[in-house]
């Protein structure tokens, strides 16, 4: 059992409205660094929520949300943007490619933001297109390739970096199940070779039977589901 000495991520009765939605009440959880967690609940349960939270890309309204010992909620918009820059890979649901960028200028994003030198970026770059079988795809323009091949696309944009935390909504989503395997191994190997915290919000039986620990979204509280 985790506790709040342990946790590497730590939310602490936090609260999250949209409107007069409420998505989450009074949520508490832990996670130790190095996890693989899948998130799962019927859609509009507050998966992609919980995520954005964790990623310090919302506030909560009310709690206390901590990422290796920084609250978040008591950072300003700057520093959590700073903090995502360096440590956080993010695969979005709907992938959020920057249109005007090729396949391989989006993937390498990361680390030009984080001043990277071009020749690392290139060879990291070319690595991971590789793997993911996008290298046709590298001087394409998102709307040129396929809905399978942008969710890869984002997938290595979101782990190029090396994060220590990778949260990951429905990653697995538009791929044919042979690649979507593919693309789990991918990513759970990326972060057990780092010890990075991985967390999947998914529909899936079969990706969340490939974590180390199962939770579920019920009536805006987290629950244990077991492995």
Known sequence: MNTATSAWIELDNVTKRYGPQLVLEAAQL??????????????????????????????????????????????TETQRARRRRSGLGFVFQSFNLIPTLTVAENVELPLALNDVAEAKVRERSRALLDDLGLRGCADRFPEDISGGEQQRAAIARAVIHEPKLVLADEPTGNLDAETAQHVLELLSRTCRERNATLIVATHSAEVASQAARVLRIRAGRIEEAGP
Do not use: P, Y
């Open 30 to 75: 832990t996670v130790e660094r190095g996890q693989m967690v899948a998130v799962m609940g019927r859609s509009g349960s507050g998966k992609s929520t919980l995520l954005r939270l964790i990623g310090g890309l919302e506030a909560a309204d009310e709690g206390v949300v901590r990422v290796d010992g920084i609250d978040l909620t008591a950072l």
